[in-house]
């Protein structure tokens, strides 16, 4: 059984660590839950889906630091119900480091509106250990990448494009036919869906 996930953050991301977005849904039909125009709400719709909110809109709660029991003291900011990273030395996960849920999950979907700044490297990260690196560096976990294809240098790295944007991170390419759309206008979509041993971007 999938967990519904709704993350009403929109996430302005900069460079650093990014771990949160504006999660939805998707079950096996593959069809998008009827969405409110009012940001970190749920609509009917999806309280009838059995979606559920991981971010308010407006705190911390339900996050913490990957590295840390609380939400980092610096490194992040909420802004008119966006949750922000702030830009960083490029050094990885050095401002205010990664965020992480409380809680747990399994078999879910989970779906995030972003908008990033030229130049921006982050991402998604799901099943996260945080006790696996204590040290410099970003939490270790699978990760939907979010990049500025065009204007950072990652993108051109790895093997076939497993390091641009919406690919698991060094390991598999995202899929670019189809509805694949991005823009630095305006919010653009992540998904991920987790179902057993099957992950999908």
């Given amino acids: 059984m999938y967990k519904k996930l709704l993350l009403t953050a929109c996430i302005l991301c900069?460079?650093?660590?990014?771990?949160?977005?504006?999660?939805?849904k998707r079950n096996p039909g593959h069809e998008q839950p009827t969405r409110t125009?009012?940001?970190?709400?749920?609509?009917?719709?999806?309280?009838?889906?059995?979606?559920?909110?991981?971010?308010?809109g407006q705190t911390t709660e339900g996050w913490r630091?990957?590295?840390?029991h609380t939400f980092p003291s610096e490194g992040w900011?909420?802004?008119?119900?966006i949750l922000k990273v702030l830009k960083s030395d490029e050094g990885e996960s050095t401002n205010g480091g990664d965020i992480i849920t409380t809680r747990k999950y399994k078999n879910f979907?989970?779906?995030?509106?972003?908008?990033?700044?030229?130049?921006?490297?982050?991402?998604?990260?799901?099943f996260v250990d945080p006790e696996l690196n204590k040290g410099d560096g970003s939490a270790i976990g699978c990760e939907f990448q979010i990049l500025d294809d065009d204007n950072?240098?990652?993108a051109k790295l790895g093997v076939n494009g497993n390091r641009t944007l919406g690919s698991l991170y060094d390991l598999i390419p995202s899929d670019r036919s189809g509805t694949f759309n991005f823009s630095f206008d305006d919010?653009?979509?992540?998904?991920?869906?987790?179902n057993g041993n099957h992950v999908e971007h």
């Fill in 77 to 81: 900011k909420i802004e008119n119900g």
């Fill in 152 to 154: 950072h240098p990652d």
């Fill in 14 to 24: 900069y460079t650093g660590g990014l771990f949160a977005g504006q999660p939805v």
């Fill in 187 to 194: 919010f653009n979509t992540a998904m991920v869906i987790v």
């Fill in 37 to 56: 125009e009012t940001p970190n709400q749920l609509s009917e719709g999806e309280i009838r889906e059995g979606w559920k909110l991981l971010w308010d």
């Fill in 109 to 126: 979907v989970l779906k995030a509106d972003f908008k990033i700044t030229q130049g921006a490297n982050s991402g998604i990260k799901y």
């Fill in 65 to 68: 630091g990957a590295k840390i």
